[in-house]
C-alpha cells in the first residue's frame, strides 16, 4: 500500500512570509497526487498532480511534483491569515493521506 | 462534494461506552476511507472499504473496527471508549484504485468524557 509522509506537522509564519510544505510518498505505480486544505471540517481540492502536470499554480498556491525524488512540495507566498489552515496530500493509488501540516499565518 | 453524509456532527460519550458513526457514499463511488484527526497526531488512517470489504487497515487497535453494506454506506465503531479517542472522525469516498479525486465528510466530532 502507498504510503505518505508530510512536514513539517505544524508551522507558524507571519504574515507576508512564503511557506514550503513538503509531501513524500513511497508507491508501486504512481497515477497522481492531490493536495487538499482543510479549513473547519472537509478538505477541500487544491491541485491534483500527474505525470503529465508536474506543476500547477493558482494565485499565490503553487504545487510542484518531484518524480525522481518522489515528492511534492506546495508553496504559498505573501501568506495571510486566511491562508491558515491543515494542508493535505494523498497518495496517488489508494487515496492514502498524509497526516497533514497545520499552517498558522500570524497577523 | 455536496452528497456525503456523516452522521451525527457532534457526539459526547463517556468512557467505557461504544458509538457507531455512519457515512453516506456519493451515488458511484465504492471505496471508502475512515480517519482520526486529532491535533497531536494529525490525519490518520483507520481502514479502507471497498465492495463491502476490507482492503486496508491502519495501525489502530481491534477496539475500532468498520464495514460497508450492500448500498455502500458505511459504519465505524469504537467499542469501550476511552479518553485519547476524542477526535474529528473523517470518511473518504473515491471510486477506487487509481481515482484521482477524494470527496470527504464533514465529520464526526467525538468527545469522550
Known amino acids: 500500500e502507498d504510503k505518505v509522509v508530510q512536514s513539517p506537522l505544524s508551522l507558524v509564519v507571519h504574515e507576508g512570509d512564503t511557506v514550503t510544505l513538503n509531501c513524500s510518498y513511497e508507491?508501486?505505480?504512481?497515477?497522481?497526487l492531490l493536495w487538499y486544505k482543510q479549513e473547519k471540517k472537509a478538505p477541500t481540492f487544491l491541485f491534483m498532480l500527474t505525470s503529465s502536470g508536474i506543476e500547477k499554480k493558482s494565485g499565490r498556491l503553487s504545487s510542484i511534483l518531484d518524480k525522481k525524488e518522489l515528492s511534492s512540495i506546495l508553496n504559498i507566498t505573501a501568506t495571510q491569515t486566511g491562508d491558515s489552515a491543515i494542508y493535505l496530500c494523498?497518495?496517488?493509488?489508494?487515496?492514502?493521506f498524509g497526516a497533514g501540516t497545520r499552517l498558522t499565518v500570524k497577523p | 462534494k455536496a452528497g456525503v453524509t456523516q452522521t451525527p456532527r457532534y457526539l459526547i460519550k463517556t468512557r467505557g461506552q461504544q458509538v457507531t458513526l455512519s457515512c453516506s457514499p456519493i451515488s458511484g463511488h465504492r471505496s471508502v476511507s475512515w480517519y482520526q484527526q486529532t491535533p497531536g497526531q494529525g490525519l490518520q488512517f483507520l481502514f479502507e472499504?471497498?465492495?463491502?470489504?476490507?482492503?486496508n487497515k491502519g495501525n489502530f487497535p481491534g477496539r475500532f473496527s468498520g464495514r460497508q453494506f450492500s448500498n455502500s454506506r458505511s459504519e465505524m465503531n469504537v467499542s469501550t471508549l476511552e479518553l485519547g479517542d476524542s477526535a474529528l472522525y473523517l470518511c473518504v469516498w473515491s471510486r477506487g484504485w487509481g481515482s484521482t479525486e477524494a470527496f470527504f465528510g464533514q465529520g464526526t466530532r467525538l468527545t469522550v468524557v
Open positions: 494523498a497518495g496517488p493509488n489508494d487515496m492514502r
Open positions: 508507491v508501486t505505480n504512481f497515477r497522481s
Open positions: 472499504y471497498f465492495s463491502e470489504t476490507q482492503r
